[in-house]
């Protein structure tokens, strides 16, 4: 068993990258109510941004997807 990620497969698999910004956008959009309609301008996605970077909450939210997302469900424990 392999006691490290193999992150070369992961960055390698465009399927990891949509998952890896969903993961992150999701929590988000989930927390403010919002939908990825509402981001119509630069200045909504700056302000949406801005304002989750300062809320430990939603950090905490996206941090907890973004984990979901890198480890290896198939895999005992978190190694790959």
């Known amino acids: 068993m392999n006691k490290k990620f193999d992150w070369r ?3 390698e698999n465009p399927v990891f990258w949509i998952n890896t910004v969903l993961s992150i ?3 988000i959009l989930a927390y403010y109510g919002m ?3 509402d981001f ?3 200045n909504s996605v700056l302000n949406v941004t801005l ?3 300062k ?3 939603v950090l905490g939210l996206a941090l907890v ?3 979901n997302n890198v480890i290896n469900p198939v895999t ?3 190694t790959d």
């Open 55 to 57: 809320n430990p909450y």
């Open 65 to 67: 997807s973004l984990w």
């Open 40 to 42: 119509t301008t630069w």
């Open 25 to 27: 956008l999701v929590p």
């Open 9 to 11: 497969v992961r960055f």
């Open 51 to 53: 304002d989750a970077l």
């Open 76 to 78: 005992k424990g978190i």
């Open 35 to 37: 939908t990825a309609e």
